[in-house]
């Protein structure tokens, strides 16, 4: 793929800036590109004889063009995406130099995402009709409350979605397909090249996390909210490595992703995906700063290493980091932990949609994120048919107070403050709200 630096720029620099349309659109269109950003960074490619292609990373929520104070805030109109016009890795002596401008805030090399995919199986070697994984979360015994509302939206951003299921059939808006990965051959399969309003899914992984949200429960037991809309947006195309298939997107198209869906008026947003931090700034801090600042509830999964480490976006603050529980409601042995993760949800040999209006089971803390994402639009529906706004502060002590612990424990280092009890969540809401 052709390198790119991410440059977000100090405030004071911006009226020094020059024009420059969006990536999401210069990936459209070419012909608006230009190769200038702002005099003191177009010296030091002149020095280097380094030739780019300049975009902004972010485009304005006003379609007239005028940034909003909540993007001002996030300062995602200061990020810039710079591609190089030769294929060769930017040298280090380019990224000290623009690094030591002091237009720049900071600097850093494109970076890809990769998540290893969990096999999925048409066996169990358990439950296999999938109510289990439902019945350990209460969800059986919330249908009275609720069975979600479709003004409520929850975005999956993942490898797609399978656009013709039957189980999603009503419940899919209109998404899109982030994935634009140049000189992908050999490594990348599929549709890996060229970001378009298709968001369909070609491995599966993210079609079976919209099931566990909102399945209508024809032939597999019914979402956690199968009233809720869902927006599709893939942002993971499918690589080989090693004989292994992973989800693989870069991170900064992720970023851009995260960014629509929240324009797009999504209440919650799951996100069963996540990469280590290697420097440079938290992966996607501010996107998930203006989620925040718009209400949004954002939902990852923790991590399947087994291991203490952070995975972002879990590991930032504003999101809700989710675990694994088995099917005896204990961690899961390969769950990731550590002070970021808030709650376990059922994560093994979980049934769902699949590929060609198929169905398989799943295992991974990919699979109990959607539990805790569809719990969230459920509490939202809930207050909405009360005739109140739950905000994603209020969602989180919900959630938070009525987990079953684990331990003595109010935080447990491997799950959170416990396990999602989505009954108990009810009707806490419902006590709160006087109803």
């Given amino acids: 793929?052709?390198?790119?630096?991410?440059?977000?720029?100090?405030?004071?620099?911006?009226?020094?800036?020059?024009?420059?349309?969006?990536?999401?659109?210069?990936?459209?269109?070419?012909?608006?590109?230009?190769?200038?950003?702002?005099?003191?960074?177009?010296?030091?490619?002149?020095?280097?004889?380094?030739?780019?292609?300049?975009?902004?990373?972010?485009?304005?929520?006003?379609?007239?063009?005028?940034?909003?104070?909540?993007?001002?805030?996030?300062?995602?109109?200061?990020?810039?995406?710079?591609?190089?016009?030769?294929?060769?890795?930017?040298?280090?002596?380019l990224l000290r130099d623009l690094a030591a401008l002091p237009v720049v805030e900071s600097v850093r090399p494109g970076l890809?995402?990769?998540a290893e995919l969990p096999r999925a199986s048409a066996l169990s070697g358990g439950d296999r009709t999938g109510e289990a994984a439902r019945t350990a979360i209460g969800l059986d015994e919330t249908r009275d409350y609720s069975r979600g509302d479709p003004r409520i939206l929850v975005a999956v951003l993942d490898t797609g979605i399978a656009l013709d299921h039957p189980e999603l059939a009503g419940a899919l808006r209109p998404g899109r397909d982030f994935v634009d990965i140049l000189d992908g051959a050999g490594q990348f399969v599929g549709d890996y090249l060229g970001a378009d309003d298709v968001p369909d899914d070609e491995v599966g992984h993210g079609t079976h996390v919209?099931?566990?949200?909102?399945?209508?429960?024809?032939?597999?037991?019914?979402?956690?909210?199968?009233?809720?809309?869902?927006?599709?947006?893939?942002?993971?195309?499918?690589?080989?490595?090693?004989?292994?298939?992973?989800?693989?997107?870069?991170?900064?198209?992720?970023?851009?992703?995260?960014?629509?869906?929240?324009?797009?008026?999504?209440?919650?947003?799951?996100m069963s995906l996540g990469v280590r931090h290697e420097g440079g700034g938290l992966p996607h801090r501010e996107v998930v700063d203006y989620a925040r600042r718009h209400g949004v509830t954002i939902v990852a999964a923790s991590g399947n290493?087994?291991?203490?480490?952070?995975?972002?976006?879990?590991?930032?603050?504003?999101?809700?980091?989710?675990?694994?529980?088995?099917?005896?409601?204990?961690?899961?042995?390969?769950?990731?932990?550590?002070?970021?993760?808030?709650?376990?949800?059922?994560?093994?040999?979980?049934?769902?949609?699949?590929?060609?209006?198929?169905?398989?089971?799943?295992?991974?803390?990919s699979h109990a994120a959607p539990f805790v994402a569809g719990a969230a639009a459920l509490l939202k529906c809930h207050a909405r048919s009360l005739g109140r706004r739950l905000t994603d502060g209020q969602v989180k002590h919900v959630l938070?107070?009525?987990?079953?612990?684990?331990?003595?424990?109010?935080?447990d280092p491997k799950a959170g403050f416990g396990m999602l009890n989505l009954r108990d969540a009810l009707r806490l809401l419902d006590h709160r709200l006087g109803a």
């Fill in 112 to 114: 890809v995402a990769r």
């Fill in 400 to 411: 938070k107070h009525t987990a079953d612990k684990v331990g003595r424990e109010f935080k």
């Fill in 210 to 270: 919209a099931g566990i949200i909102a399945g209508r429960g024809i032939r597999m037991p019914a979402g956690v909210a199968p009233r809720c809309s869902v927006l599709p947006v893939r942002v993971l195309g499918a690589m080989e490595k090693a004989g292994k298939r992973f989800g693989a997107g870069l991170l900064d198209n992720i970023n851009s992703a995260v960014k629509w869906a929240v324009d797009q008026g999504a209440d919650v947003i799951n």
């Fill in 1 to 93: 793929m052709k390198p790119h630096l991410i440059i977000r720029l100090v405030p004071q620099a911006a009226s020094a800036t020059a024009t420059a349309p969006a990536w999401s659109d210069a990936v459209r269109d070419k012909s608006g590109v230009g190769s200038r950003l702002h005099p003191e960074i177009d010296r030091v490619f002149d020095r280097h004889r380094v030739g780019v292609l300049v975009t902004a990373e972010y485009r304005p929520r006003d379609r007239s063009g005028t940034w909003s104070a909540q993007e001002l805030e996030s300062g995602l109109n200061r990020v810039y995406r710079v591609v190089l016009n030769d294929d060769r890795r930017p040298p280090p002596d």
């Fill in 305 to 365: 290493d087994g291991q203490r480490q952070l995975y972002y976006p879990g590991a930032l603050p504003h999101v809700i980091a989710v675990g694994a529980a088995d099917d005896k409601g204990r961690v899961a042995s390969f769950s990731t932990f550590g002070d970021q993760v808030s709650l376990i949800a059922p994560g093994v040999d979980i049934y769902s949609t699949y590929l060609e209006h198929g169905y398989a089971f799943s295992t991974g803390t």
